[in-house]
């Protein structure tokens, strides 16, 4: 078991374990160290208090003392603590061997529960080993110092076993003593580990009880107490002169005392586990910790079993919550691919549109449907509520408004229809505004038609602002509303910008709104540029920087009528129309391919179109010019409409008649500008560029009758026309 | 599929002739332009290209040669190039490549060029 970081749901999961005592985890050798060093700090302490009840009540003179007992007593607990230290060691191992290397399967974890069961018995071990050892210590003592006497010829006094007694139940005391302060010590020396190989549910068969350590505490001061006050007797009584009353009551409350810390510590103990694990649950119930996070088990006891009861119990929510994440996870992305691709272009138009759910589904939502050569329809949305309802009102009305745009291309007829099927499917449940803007290319005017939404702004390229006003009731509250439509002039360089409140009402740090003023301000400030979606993308990233977390999707929707592009293509058409609307090209051979987005791969079905006019317009000597133009078509497609994807397709449609030739280029992309340049200032300048390139749409405009760029159901294309004219 | 640029490199008392084959296009530009640096020391004054055996020539090609001519202009050297069909003529001349490049029917036009120029 490790507590680092972790993968979940794609969020940096962190086991953060609160160790009730703050507890450091030691590395092995200063485990070791530790070890040794409690166990030669808990014997040093006895033999401090055994030196002073030497002294105080026996009044055995301190050199006597030096001559034997005192240094046996140093050997004794040095010798005693490693000895100690070595059994703790050895006890411990399955502990070491964890501490080394990270349980990853099953014999590791059987070794870790091993390991688990040794770091909570060791502590009781050793207090029980200690009254033992201590028992034994002090009858081979006493044989000792007997035999020494015997050795030096001392005459010794008979024995009186009531003193002996005394005097052994006095030591077995501080055995007990010093047991106990082992229990405690090692217990809490102990804690990281036990938080380091945490119990798992299953083995807890046999766990003690959150009792027994306060039993066996309580117990042995109180033992302490009455074996010490009973040495005090047998002594009095040995010496026949009665023992002072102030020495009787200070060593009676020196062990009170003595006793009285040790059981207040287990217990303050106990308590910190115990307030430990309900801050635990507090903090997980209030969600003030990640998901994912475990609760320390830090006994074996009811409150380790609590913990442990807990932590399953967190694991299967956690679980659940994986799934459901998982499964709006696949909810985002079905409604994302519903979306239409943020950036495209058509005709002289690009349009810039992002939609920021605020969960993982959300209710925002927005379109662009081709309704033809010349028009195509714009649409933004907002559903009332969030989360998994919202997602899918707004999945199944994007579908309806593809339907019904498609059937009749008129905004308010539209939003009637969507109104009375909302309506009709959802009761009063289901609250959406729309904005809905149908476009035509030719006339540049937009027919916009509102269903509650917010008031869209229509930006001049001089940053000049005007509201489109347009009130109305949401779809789905009345069948009976009727839609108004305003028609719209665009002019060259205008923005029409749509929106959803997401955006008005985020809020920065300060908690203050960004509001219709940040919009306005924003959007005026937009100069003139050749990359929309970078514009906006910017200004959403600003946005994210300064606002605090939000609380509702956000989408935006930019339709730009494109300045230069818009007199581009007027030029380009005022200089062709002449020609091209007598020429209807009278099809008699019409061809498809496919290809991917591999440079190179261009030049096969260039050279085939080629060889196709060699065949049906013999007389000409055009082949050349429709391969190198179709050729740099192609290469413009893999690499501005498909950025070079080697998996998407290019499709070229070749359709040669009798006096014209039609060529179409079909890529994957968003669409792009294609700017040629005719003037030779800017020629020169790019020849002379680092990486002169850009040439291809000047090999396309100068070899071709004619080209436009234009989107269908198939996608972004451009076409060339080459007419059947000899040496051109 | 794209024919890879093959590069054969002979010299001339002034200058180097690069004799070209395969398909020139974007991805030739290192194969050519390492072929250009490799050629480039203070005899060589003309640098001549050999286009006959160039049987595609695409828009990234035409900027390969317009950077490669660049390069030998600043190094003081003149680019000359024969072999190139009418068709590719016309595209050299509507990019401006003809401004960087001196086009010539043969080698034989392109070294008398030169030996008038070496005068």
Redesign the interface.
Known sequence: MRYEGERFHGVERVRELETPVGAAMPTRGQLRLRLFGVYVCSFLAGILILLGEQLLVLDIPFKKLLTFSLPASLIGAVALAFFLAMLSIWRLKPVFRMNSDVPSSEGDASEAAKALNRLLTHPGELLCGMVGLGFVYTVVFYWLESQYAAIRHDSLPPIDWGVLIGTIAGEISLFITIGIFIFTTIRRLLLPLVLRVQPQPGQWDGRASIASPLIVTYTSTFLITVLNLFQLAVIAKGSGEPQSPLLIGGIALFYFMLGTSLFGYVTLQFRQELRSLVRNIQELSGGGQKLGSRMPVVSYDEAGELASAFNEMQSRIDREYDSLEKELKLAYNVQQKLLPPGDLTIGSYRIAARCQPYSNVGGDFFDVVMLGPKSFAIMIGDVSGKGVPAALIMSALLLLFRAEIRRNGNPAEVLARMNRQLCEAMGDDGAVTIGVGVIDTTSDTVRYASAGHLSPYIVAPNGSVITVDCSSLPIGFDTEVVYQETLLQLNPGDRFVLYTDGIIESMDGSGHMYGFDGLEKEISSWKPCDDLPQLVDEWLARMDAHSAEGKDDRTIVVLELVQAYRSQAVQREAISSGHLSELMPSSFFSNEWSLRSRMGDERGIAEQIGSFITEFWPETNLHEDVQSAVAEAIMNAMEHGNKLDPLAQVTVQAQIGSLLAVIRVYDEGGGYFPHVSRDETEMAKKRESDDPRGWGLVIIDSLSDYWATGRDERGFYMELYFMRIMNK | ??LPLVIERRQFPSGSVLQLRG?L???SENELLDGLAGGLDESVRFLALDLTGVS?I???G??VL??LA?IARRAGVHTFAWGV?P?YEK?FR????T??LMLYPNEFAVMQRIEALDL
Do not use: C, Q
């Open positions: 599929m794209e398909d296009t974007k991805m595609y695409n828009s990234g035409m900027a317009i950077r660049r069909t068709h595209l509507m990019v401006g490549l401004e960087w």
